[in-house]
Structures are given as C-alpha cells and as structure tokens.
C-alpha cells in the first residue's frame, strides 16, 4: 500500500508540529490568557478580564529599561569584539592553528554558566579586581552589582554565539574577491569595507540575532552580577511568579516582553533587508 | 604590424615589464627559478606550461600578489618587487573571474574607477563602464546581478572590470579554462582582437598550448619554475630549444643519434640502428657527440618502397587513427621503438593497402628535424 504524499508529509512534520503546539503555542496562549484576568486571594491566577494589569507594567518600568539598554549594548559590545577575533580565525590564522584557537572559543562552555559566574563574583567582588586597583593606589572602585558587571557578564557569556556565524561567513567568502579589489585599486581598509564587510553581513545578522533575543531574556547572569540591583525583565519574571504570586501581572510582563522582541526582531529583519537591497550602494561608498 | 607570415609584430626595444633575476621560494619549492624575461611593449605573451610549472606564479608576481624572494621586477621602468598590488598599474583577469557578487555587473565594472584618488567624476565612471561593456557586447547587461549572467558572460564582465582601467598591462590567468571549446574558440578571437585594438600588452597563463600557438605574438615555456624557451609560436614549433619543449609544444618522435659530421647549419646523425639522416643543427656540436634528435610527425612520410636518396626507416604500423583530415600512424622498429607519423588524408591514397600490421618505409627528408639542446 502507497503512502500518499500528503500523508508522508504529514507523519514527518508530526513530531515537531506536536512538539511547538504542546510546548510554545499551547503555553503562550495561556500565558496571554492570564495577562488578562487577576491575582488570586492566595496568589496564583483568579479568572477575569480586565486590563489592570497592563495598565499597572509602570511598576516594573526598571526592569525593562535595563532589559532594553543593557540587552542592545552587550549585543553591540560582543559584536564589536567577536568581529575582529573571527576576522583574524577566518583569514589571519594559518591553517595549522585555526581549529585549535576555535576551540579554545568554546572551551569555556565545557564549565556551567553558573560556575564561570561565580567565578565573576568573586573578581569583581570587594576582594577581587577591586582591591587590586585600591593596592596599585588606583582609588575605590566597585564594580559588582552594577550595570557594567551585568554587560561583562552577558558579554562574556555569548561571544562564542557571536564569533561562530561571523567566522563561518569570512571563512566562506572567496579570498580571490580580496585579490581581485587589491587588483583593481583598493588598498586593503577599502576592500574590507567594501568587500569583507558588506558580504559577512549574513553572520553578523545571525549572531546579532541570536545574542540579542538569547540577552532579552536573560536571567541568570544579572541575578548573579548585577545582585538584585541591575535586574532584567527575566528577574522581575521569577519575582513576580515564584515571590509575590501574582501570576496574572507576570503574565502581563511576559506578553510585553514577547511583543517587544516580536517588534525589534521585525524592525532589524526590514533593516537587514534593506541594506541587503542597497548593499552595492553600501559596497562602493 | 603584421609580418610576411602574417604574425603581428611587436618592436624588441621598447619593454613594457622586466623580470631581473626573480626567484621565488615557497618554503622548500621552488616555484620560480630566477627568471628573466623582457616583455614588449603592445605583445601578447604567454606563459605555457603544465600546472606546476612556476606560470601563475611568475603572474602573480606581476601582479603583486606574491614577493620575488630573490630579484626584481620592473613595470614601465618602475622597480615594483614590493610595491602592494592596488598600486601597480596592471589588472587581472581571473580565473574563475572573481566578480564580486553583492553588486551588479555595472558596479563590478565600475570598481576600479572608483578607487581613484583623486575621485573620478560619477558621469565620467558611467560613460567608461558603459564603453568597456559595449566592447565585450555586454552593453545592455549594465543592471544584471552577477549570478544572472552565464559563463561566458561573467568572462566578458571580468575582462570589462579589468580593461576598464586602461591598464599598461593586462594579466590573464586561464581566463578561458572553466569555458566549453567553442565559446573558448570564440573568446580566444574576441580576445585577439580586443588586444590588437587596444593596444594593451596581454599576458596570458595557459596549460593549453593550441591557445597559446594561435594567439600569443610570444610564448614563454616554463617547467620547473624555469623559462625553458621564449619565441614565437612558429619558433617555439620548428626549433624547440630542448626536449621539454620538443614534447610540450605539439608532438615529436625524439630519438637519440650520434654526431657523424656537420656542414653549416646542418649535421648528419646516425639513428640507434646505425641509419644516417640529416637534421638541422641550431648550435655548434662535435663529431662523435651523442645527442637527442626530434622529428615532427608531419615530416615523416610514409612510402611503400623506399625512395633513392632518402633515408628510410621500416618499421611495422601498430595503430592507425583517423582524425578526419589527417590520419596518425604509430609503428614499431625493432630498434628506435615507436614512431608516430601523421599524414594528411590524400598521402593515404600513395599507401594502398597499408593497415594494421603491414610494413612501411619511414622517409626521412635531408633536414627534417633536429638537435636537441639539454634542458
């Protein structure tokens, strides 16, 4: 007996299929749902529908002011180091020494991202970096539990998500078309502008892309370096849910935060676009 | 300038680059064995050899993509060795053309220009482009995205890109290898001509030798990261200066001779089986020398009996192929070994009955062939 196409179709995307309803679409719906109705007398959820909930995301203001400052500046900052380092991986280093120092990028991997923060606790930490720089005579300064030690943290935390598609979209280009612009005139800051550049964009894209939407909802590392001073939108989640029970304001908070990405992503994907359509103009600027 | 045998003519005084005594070293290779080598201002030269010969090389010196270990090398009068590639006054025509795929054919073309500084004017960019892409047919292509052109178009692209830029030299690194025969027989005419008009010293990289035969005013044969022999086709063919260029360049029985006796420009040899032929000798050898002498496949004739006066070799046909207008015969001597001998389709007529297995008289006329030199 034949299997008809349809149905072959059918049985392979199953599994997944089964997999996104039950696991994202069926939870998100109930989360919207429960944006929408009460705290409960002992916590927890009451039906309702009323949009005090909404109205009231004032309340957590900070929440996404440090997820949305803090979220675009490590995307940025692990950009602007991962570039350079898969620069050098893609096209500086022989051969010989490229897969070594790649795995060297993961090696920290191979440890919990717990452990790795707690050892920046303790660096960054009154006993760490900071008495150093008291000991040289170099002043006072704190540094854990502030804006900056959650960017280092984040920072720190996904680089390798950032260097892996930038390196794989330099490796890929054809050398030849650097030979070729060198051909033509262009000193090599010109072929890298107009040449490098313009065609590792595809990397530079997904690993923005998956930095950022990874930081937005980010919860460990600024619970862990940021000491309930610098919380993201991810803390003030757990707050709300497992602290003050009240999971239809949670619920609230979490549909924002989906709607807010859903929006920035869209943004970034129309702007990637247009480059892509105007990128000769941007090649020969 | 076009000679008697209607070769175009380039004057030998006036050089357009220089090769000084340029080596270049990979590690333990040697890819390029201090060459030296004067090419003419307007010729079109090529350097002919199998991969690995040291010709890209020599071109990517040219170029600027790679440094002479050892030497220099003059462009215009200029000593270059280790000025960047972005500031010779040469451009490339690559192999797999190397066009950059994120702009369009125009835009591509028009890269070079703008890499002038001082700017160029835009309407001075565009009306260049559009004449470099007139002159490869390309005119109304301008727009088109590079993966929207076929191969034959994306060779005309790049030749545009680079003859765009009015270069004092044009540098072509198997530019026709990735084409089918006859779009290449095709671009191996455009090319021609475009070289004639413009007047651009062309230098040509090929593994081909009929490319290199039919287009180059001057060829240069390289093996083993040597120059083994520069001259025209026609030079190259009927004096190759030693065995390699004997074998590489067209097709030779080589076999080795003993000097008897030598009359100006003529020697007589005596073959392994003691037969006496006489061959043209290019330098001064000894009596008694033993050399290595060639013999072109087309300046053998085949007879059924000897003829009074000429050498002939017997020997038995082994294989007979048919080309259509001509036909290769190979044969066997007891002594010399193989021969080949290729004749034209009506001398088969003079051989009736000559197949397979049959015994012919190989003639040898007074001069065919020659001494080899060492390599």
Known sequence: ??????????????????????????????????????????????????????????????????????????????????????????LRVSARWRTTLLVLVIVPFWTSILIRSYAWIFLLGGRGIPQLLSDLGLGDLRLINTPFAVLLGIVYGYLPLMVFPIYVSLEKLDKRLLEAAGDLGAPPWRSFLQITLPLSLPGVA????????????????????????????????????????????????????????????????????????ARDDVGLM | MTDATGHHTVSAGEAIAEFVNTSKRFGAVLAADSLNLRIRKGEFLSFLGPSGCGKTTALRMLAGFETPTEGTILIDGRELASEPAYRRPVNMVFQHYALFPHMTVAENVAYGLRQRRPKLPGAEIALRVAKALDT??????????????????????????????????????????????????????????????????????????????????????????????IGTPRELYDLPANRYVADFVGRANILPARVRATTGARAEVALADGLSVEVTAPFAVPPGAAVEVA????????????????????????????????IEYLLAHPVLGALQVMLPRQAERAL???????????????????????D
């Open chain 2, 295 to 326: 013999i072109r496949p087309e300046a053998l004739r085949l007879a059924l009996a000897p003829e009074p006066g000429v050498p002939a070799i017997a020997a038995t046909v082994t294989h007979m192929t048919f080309f259509g207008e001509h």
């Open chain 1, 1 to 90: 007996m034949a299997i008809s196409q349809r149905m072959a179709r059918a049985i392979l995307l199953a599994p997944a299929g089964l997999w996104y309803a039950v696991l994202l679409v069926l939870p998100l719906i109930v989360v919207l749902v429960y944006s929408f109705g009460e705290r409960g007398a002992a916590g927890g959820y009451a039906p309702a529908f009323t949009l005090a909930q909404y109205a009231n995301l004032g309340a957590r203001w900070t929440a996404f002011q440090n997820t949305l400052l803090l979220a675009p500046a490590g995307t940025l900052a692990a950009l602007l180091i991962a570039y350079p380092l898969a620069y050098f991986l893609a």
């Open chain 2, 136 to 229: 490869v047919r390309l005119g109304d292509f301008g727009p088109r995205r590079i993966w929207q052109m076929s191969g034959g178009q994306q060779q005309r692209v790049a030749l545009a890109r680079a003859i765009v830029n009015e270069p004092k030299i044009l540098l072509l690194d198997e530019p026709m290898a990735a084409l089918d025969a006859k779009l290449r027989a095709e671009m191996q005419m455009e090319l021609l001509g475009l070289q004639r008009s413009l007047g651009i010293t062309f230098i040509l990289v090929t593994h081909d030798q009929q490319e290199a035969l039919s287009m180059s005013d001057r060829i240069c044969i390289m093996g083993k990261g040597r120059i083994m022999q």
């Open chain 1, 206 to 277: 997904t690993g923005s892309m998956l930095v950022f939407i990874l930081l937005m909802g980010e919860y460990l590392i600024p619970q862990m370096l940021g000491g309930g001073k610098v919380f993201f939108v991810g803390n003030a989640l757990v707050d709300l849910f497992l602290q003050s029970r009240n999971w239809a304001f949670g619920s609230a908070l979490a549909v924002t935060l989906v709607a807010i990405m859903l929006v920035t992503v869209t943004l970034y994907m129309r702007f990637l676009k247009r480059i892509g359509a």
């Open chain 2, 352 to 374: 009736p009955g000559a197949g397979v297995g049959a015994m012919l008289h190989v003639l040898w006329d007074p001069g065919a062939g020659l001494i080899l030199g060492q």
